[in-house]
Structures are given as structure tokens and as C-alpha cells.
């Protein structure tokens, strides 16, 4: 299986992280709202046919990375996002 290629779309105010897969046109998001240096992440939706792949946890590890290169903190408003700190507590100083 190839891995996802995931994206950030930036569109000031609001944006998502995209995942694509090789043999599928639907692709996975992580929409999130961004106010100053704080990105409230709203949902993450993968498409039952490229889900089973890993793909969600993919989408927040992008974000995690690019919050801690650009100093930026997260509102979990996902609950899949919420559920990922949990699961992650060495993420916790990027909490907003």
C-alpha cells in the first residue's frame, strides 16, 4: 500500500490537511479555523473507501508537526483530534 500524500491548504482564516491515496479520487481532511497563532480543529473526514489506512492519525500528525514548527497551539474541537492528545500526552504544550 503507498502511503498518503498529505497537503496543507492555508487559506488564512481557515484551511485543511488533505490526504490522497494512488488508487482513490476521494482524498481525507482536517479542516481547522485559525485565529492568530491558534488552530481549532473542526473535523476529519475519510471516506469509508480509503479509510482502514491510517489516514486520520496521518492528517493530525501533520498537523502536530506544523504547530510545533510555527509555534502555533490547537483547540481540539474534533473528536477525533481530542481523542489523538489523549492518546498523545507529549502533546500537551500545544493545548491552546
Not at 48 to 53: D, L, P, Q
Not at 54 to 66: E, F, H, N, T, Y
Not at 71 to 78: A, E, F, L, Y
Request: proline share 5%; hydrophobic share 45%.
Amino acid at each position: 500500500m503507498d502511503e498518503p500524500v498529505i497537503t496543507h491548504v492555508d487559506q488564512g482564516a481557515e484551511g485543511e490537511y488533505q490526504a490522497r491515496v494512488p488508487d482513490s479520487a476521494a482524498f481525507g481532511r482536517l479542516t481547522y479555523v485559525r485565529r492568530d497563532n491558534v488552530l481549532t480543529a473542526e473535523h476529519t473526514l475519510v471516506p469509508t473507501e480509503i479509510g482502514g489506512r491510517g489516514i486520520a492519525g496521518k492528517l493530525v500528525d501533520a498537523m502536530i508537526a506544523d504547530a510545533r514548527a510555527g509555534g502555533w497551539k490547537i483547540v481540539p474541537q474534533c473528536s477525533y483530534v481530542a481523542a489523538a492528545f489523549k492518546r498523545h500526552p507529549e502533546w500537551a504544550d500545544l493545548l491552546a
